[in-house]
Every structure is written in structure tokens, then in C-alpha cells.
């Protein structure tokens, strides 16, 4: 019995660890924070790894036979019907364009193409830095399936500035601090 508690708070921890390296994660991605750990947001994968941590979990927790199977038997299908969902929502983000700031070398402006469905999406960032401590600022998730919504140009405007112009004619520019860090958001 203290054997099978074991397992069973060992595989509850790991399931806690999971889910705070997600939030890390996604915390890092929504403030600028370094790529390193901006790689932790994939919430499809964390989230698969928890189900089938706290599946398991249950399983090695439970003595009735009928509750491991009706436990394995619900992730399983479940697990077959996120499928679709998770290919529906899958955006296959691909690099575009790649512009170096004007007398600074350590800011790039990236611009990444995806689909949603038919309708295209762009997303545009701020990177700094290089290596470990490359840091990445998220600018604007633009969609196309309205032509006022589609991204005309993301380009620089200055060392410190970034122009952003949208199907609808708008022109938005972000100012950057000394630090990088973007006064704004394009919307």
C-alpha cells in the first residue's frame, strides 16, 4: 500500500510540475520574456501529458478493476476525439520575413504565416538578443479572411520604431523602449 501512494504522489507531482512549466511558459510568451522559456507554452503538449499523467495516477491508485478500465477506456476515446479538434485549431506557423532593426543589430522584426482554415494569419514579433538570452515580444496576430484585417507591412520605421500597415489603409506605429520592450501592441 505505501508503495502504490508513492507512485501515486510521485506521478501527481510530476502532473504539478507540467502544469507550472505551461504557465511558465505562457507567462514568458505574453510579457517578452527569453525564447528558452517562451518554448515551454505548447499547452496541446503539457495538456496531453497531464491527462495521461493523472490517468495514470488513477490507475496505479485504484484497486477496483471496473474504475482502471472505465478510466483507460474514457482517455482513449476522448484521446480520439481531440484528435480532429487539435488539427482543426493547428495554425503551422512558417518564418516569411526576417528584418534587422537600422543600427541595431540585436532587434529583428519576424513575420510568421499560418492558416486558419482557408483564411490566412500573420503574426509578428519583436526579437532581441541573441542565444540564451534572446528575448521575444509578440506584436499583433493579424487575419486575413477580411481584407481589413490582412498585414500589408511590418517593417522598420527607425531603430526604435516599428510601422505596421493593415489591409484597411491603417497605419499603426510601436515605439520601442531603450530596453526593446514595445510601448504598444499593433491591433
Do not use: C
Request: no cysteine; charged share 25%.
Amino acid at each position: 500500500m505505501t508503495g502504490r501512494r508513492t507512485k501515486v504522489r510521485a506521478l501527481l507531482a510530476l502532473a504539478g510540475l507540467v502544469l507550472v512549466a505551461q504557465v511558465i511558459g505562457s507567462i514568458a510568451t505574453h510579457r517578452g520574456g527569453l525564447v528558452l522559456i517562451q518554448e515551454l507554452d505548447r499547452p496541446v503538449h503539457w495538456g496531453a501529458a497531464l491527462v495521461l499523467l493523472l490517468t495514470a495516477a488513477v490507475v496505479v491508485g485504484s484497486r477496483d478493476d471496473s474504475v482502471r478500465s472505465t478510466v483507460l477506456i474514457a482517455v482513449v476515446v476522448l484521446g480520439f476525439l481531440a484528435i480532429p479538434a487539435v488539427q482543426f485549431t493547428k495554425h503551422d506557423w512558417k518564418l516569411a520575413e526576417r528584418h534587422r532593426a537600422p543600427a541595431r543589430a540585436d532587434r529583428e522584426l519576424v513575420v510568421e504565416t499560418g492558416r486558419d482554415m482557408i483564411d490566412p494569419l500573420w503574426m509578428v514579433y519583436l526579437e532581441q538578443g541573441s542565444g540564451l538570452t534572446e528575448r521575444r515580444w509578440h506584436l499583433g496576430r493579424f487575419n486575413g479572411d477580411a481584407e481589413d484585417g490582412a498585414l500589408v507591412e511590418a517593417a522598420w520605421d527607425g531603430p526604435d520604431r516599428i510601422r505596421i500597415r493593415t489591409g484597411d489603409g491603417r497605419v499603426q506605429l510601436i515605439e520601442l523602449a531603450p530596453d526593446g520592450t514595445p510601448r504598444s501592441r499593433a491591433e
